[in-house]
């Protein structure tokens, strides 16, 4: 396998990797959170959502249910995607 071709194979695997968790993680929202979970993660996106490098896939309540993000992982959104 050429150099080139190794790289696209990484980053699809990583990509998959990164589809996955975010799948999770909507789930979770919808199927796992408890009211009291859902208002911890409102109000840590009103203190922390800086519309940049911090998203809500950084919440660390998320790793109770599906674990730790995969790595280079940062998922910016508001609190209306969920």
Same mark, same amino acid.
């Given at each position: %396998?050429? *150099?080139? #071709?190794?790289? &696209?194979?990484?980053? #699809?695997?990583?990509? =998959? =990797?990164?589809?996955? !968790?975010? /799948?999770? %993680?909507?789930?979770?929202?919808?199927? %796992?959170?408890?009211? =009291? =979970?859902? /208002? $911890?993660? $409102?109000?840590? /996106? &009103? /203190?922390?959502? $800086?519309?940049?490098?911090?998203?809500?896939? $950084? !919440?660390?309540?998320?790793?109770?249910?599906?674990? *730790?993000?995969? *790595?280079?992982?940062?998922?910016?959104?508001?609190?209306?995607?969920?």
């Amino acid at each position: %396998m050429g *150099k080139a #071709k190794a790289t &696209r194979s990484k980053q #699809k695997a990583h990509r =998959e =990797e990164w589809f996955r !968790w975010v /799948e999770q %993680m909507i789930r979770c929202h919808r199927e %796992m959170l408890s009211p =009291e =979970e859902r /208002e $911890d993660l $409102d109000r840590w /996106e &009103r /203190e922390n959502l $800086d519309g940049g490098i911090v998203g809500t896939s $950084d !919440w660390p309540g998320w790793r109770k249910h599906i674990g *730790k993000s995969p *790595k280079g992982l940062t998922v910016v959104s508001t609190p209306y995607v969920m």
